[in-house]
């Protein structure tokens, strides 16, 4: 393919797209609404001042999201807009132990490297904020208060301190349900409030001090027997319900 010519097919796609863009807006901004017939092959081709093949790839993409439908004939006419997809993780069901099992797993991978390159990385702000956020979680257990933003908290004060901003948003699309404590909680009839609160304090505090010390692969061991536990944990509740 000569270089001409290789440049007219990519002109012609940024022309489509740019056409593509136009048209999207006026059907989600109410100017051509469901039902609606799109203006003509050749009124398109007039105003936006591009050629035939351009309208028809744009058509054909408008198709393809499901925006419009080429009635042989009769033109091409709006549809009612399909749904929005589901947001990253909304499939999710919270309210099944397997779904909370499966988000942890998840969970194993990402945060056992967010806590061995916190190790590495953190500065002394951040450390401190880790601390605080691992107390506020002990203490709020201690207090029977809801916990779940706490634990939230000192997890993305760690994903902060990766100092690589893809970890904390990768945890804010989880969001509080990442911290599914209730459902444990209402089981834990079988274990002391007591026995509960040192065990997770323990498990948060391992983390934060090998954070501290600046030891990677001792923070990433502590961050996978944590949420290990935890898969534990919920694995028992599965087993009970059954």
Do not use: W
């Not at 040192?198 to 961050?223: F, K, Q, T, V, Y």
């Amino acid at each position: 393919m000569e270089r001409g010519e290789t440049a007219k097919t990519g002109g012609r796609r940024n022309l489509v797209a740019t056409l593509v863009s136009a048209l999207r807006d006026e059907i989600t901004s109410g100017r051509f609404v469901p039902g609606d017939r799109l203006p003509s092959e050749a009124r398109l081709t007039e105003r936006f001042d591009v050629s035939r093949t351009v309208v028809r790839e744009a058509i054909a993409g408008l198709r393809a999201d499901g925006l419009v439908e080429p009635r042989q004939g009769a033109g091409v006419f709006v549809l009612q807009p399909p749904p929005d997809p589901p947001g990253l993780f909304e499939i999710a069901d919270y309210e099944k132990i397997s779904s909370i099992i499966e988000m942890l797993e998840l969970r194993v991978a990402v945060e056992m490297e967010a806590a061995a390159l916190a190790a590495l990385r953190h500065s002394p702000a951040q450390e401190e904020t880790i601390f605080a956020a691992e107390l506020a979680v002990r203490e709020g257990m201690a207090e029977g208060r809801p916990t779940t933003e706490a634990d939230l908290a000192f997890h993305l004060a760690i994903a902060d301190a990766t100092n690589n901003p893809r970890f904390r948003e990768f945890l804010e699309a989880l969001g509080v349900s990442m911290i599914p404590r209730a459902a444990l909680q209402a089981e834990n009839g079988t274990r002391s409030p007591t026995d509960y609160i040192e065990m997770i304090s323990a498990e948060h505090l391992s983390i934060a001090e090998a954070i501290s010390a600046g030891e990677p692969e001792r923070a990433r061991e502590a961050m996978r027997g944590h949420l290990k536990k935890s898969q534990g944990r919920y694995r028992e509740l599965l087993r009970a319900k059954r």
